[in-house]
């Protein structure tokens, strides 16, 4: 089985009245490359008349964005033209590329009415020979998504890229990468195989997981040694995990708010491209 080298507890970064915990990045962990950064928010009852989320336009460059709604909603808006709001079980995926200006708030439906929310939302880096390709962006909601039951049903399995026991993602990625959503129900069990040499990304969202024979709890990330193939998980309690590999990338990367470049210039580019308008804009 694959070596747990370290538990790695989310830390409390609440943004403005969001609750908001975040694993990755740490002090104690840069990345799990090509997965660079994670917040988790939620989950908490938005009151009715509220003001929805915080996230009002904004640029990116150099990476993507996949972003998991377990609860509540999201409304997205980019210079590249793309709107959508994307429920419960829906996921969105956006490519920033060589740059985009996008705004991500909640719904007029949801900040009138109120509600639970829980989002997550994970950036992939994009390797160096992509870094300045064009912006794409899709979401989807839950009944387009690709899924598949585990152990006599009680885990659900929905495959967001790659493939897993014949079923392919929903979406295509810029580089080989397998990310998948698992609800299990308490007592349900599976093995995975993942080559060896690729990276894990095991994000628990909510209950409670024996992996590998040791204990994980919700909002806790698994850092994983390359060596060896196998995991195998046992939900204590209802659960639901991420759950994604890649091989990394193995490049230099410079993380400066929201851009995601190789080199320190390339990251003074990007700020001089935005300040000229080169992301576009919108009337928002």
Do not use: C
């Amino acid at each position: 089985m694959k070596t747990i080298k370290q538990i790695h507890k989310a830390d409390y970064r609440p943004i403005a009245d969001l609750a908001t915990y975040s694993p990755l990045p740490s002090r104690n962990l840069k990345q799990i490359d090509p997965f660079i950064f994670l917040n988790h928010h939620g989950l908490q009852t938005y009151p009715a008349k509220n003001r929805g989320l915080p996230f009002g336009p904004h640029p990116h460059r150099g990476m993507e964005t996949v972003t998991f709604i377990l609860e509540g909603d999201i409304m997205h808006k980019d210079s590249s033209g793309h709107e959508s709001v994307i429920g419960p079980g829906g996921v969105q995926y956006m490519t920033a590329g060589r740059g985009l200006i996008h705004a991500e708030v909640s719904s007029d439906e949801f900040k009138r009415n109120g509600g639970d929310l829980e989002i997550l939302q994970l950036w992939l880096n994009l390797p160096a020979a992509k870094k300045m390709a064009d912006p794409r962006y899709v979401g989807l909601q839950k009944n387009e998504i690709p899924s598949f039951k585990l152990d006599g049903g009680k885990i659900e399995v929905q495959q967001l890229f790659g493939e897993w026991d014949g079923t392919k993602g929903a979406f295509e990625g810029n580089f080989p990468v397998s990310l998948s959503t698992l609800y299990l129900e308490s007592g349900s069990s599976f093995e995975k195989t993942i080559p060896e040499g690729e990276n894990v990304f095991f994000y628990l969202v909510r209950g409670v997981l024996k992996v590998n024979g040791t204990d994980v709890l919700f909002r806790h990330l698994v850092e994983f040694g390359k060596e060896d193939e196998k995991i195998t998980v046992e939900a204590l309690e209802d659960s639901v995990l991420i759950l994604g590999h890649a091989k990394p990338f193995d490049e230099p990367l410079v993380a400066e708010g929201p851009f995601v470049m190789n080199t320190q210039q390339q990251i003074a580019e990007a700020y001089e491209d935005y300040r000229a308008g080169k992301f576009g804009s919108w009337d928002y």
